[in-house]
């Protein structure tokens, strides 16, 4: 083969790989956006943009993706509600943070043991995954549920607001690996 044509059959192979990618977190973001449409279809590949790796993975890669990201939103919201209550005067919102810091240190165990239930496979595996990750989503509305009981407004609302809305991604990829 000459060099011309084989680079011309390595460059179609790389962009249809590429395209076959694209595609799948193309079809994982409309799936996502059909369950959940008040947070949509942009939201979902915006999100995924923060992994160069979500171009080039299958279902399984981009739930794992998905699933570290929220992890690191978790723990990044459990450091941001452990300064903030260091910061605060009020004894009762001090308790408030002091409960979500608690909140999101623990969801963190369950997203690491989704992310090995989605890896895995194996029907049980992702049906735990499902689990925790249902379990995930009740960290922001216990933490918010706090704020509201307080009268006041949360310190941590678009910190919650963002980890429920990543949450609901992994959900629903791991709902639909499960099937």
């Not at 450091?79 to 605060?88: E, F, T």
């Not at 949450?167 to 990829?173: C, K, R």
């Amino acid at each position: 083969m000459r060099p011309s044509n084989a680079l011309s059959c390595i460059v179609f192979f790389l962009l249809a790989t590429y395209s076959c990618s694209a595609s799948i977190l193309e079809d994982a973001c409309k799936t996502f956006s059909a369950a959940r449409p008040d947070i949509g279809y942009g939201y979902c590949i915006e999100f995924f943009q923060a992994n160069k790796d979500s171009a080039t993975v299958d279902k399984r890669g981009l739930a794992t993706i998905a699933t570290n990201i929220a992890r690191a939103t978790a723990m990044n919201t459990k450091k941001l509600s452990a300064a903030l209550r260091n910061m605060v005067k009020d004894q009762k919102a001090r308790e408030c943070l002091g409960d979500c810091a608690v909140l999101y240190y623990g969801i963190v165990g369950r997203l690491d043991e989704a992310a090995k239930g989605i890896t895995s496979g194996r029907s049980q595996g992702l049906q735990d995954a499902v689990w925790s990750l249902s379990a995930a989503l009740n960290v922001p509305e216990t933490c918010e549920e706090g704020f509201h009981k307080l009268g006041g407004k949360s310190m941590l609302a678009a910190a919650d607001s963002e980890f429920s809305k990543e949450a609901s991604i992994v959900l629903v990829l791991a709902r639909a690996l499960s099937r």
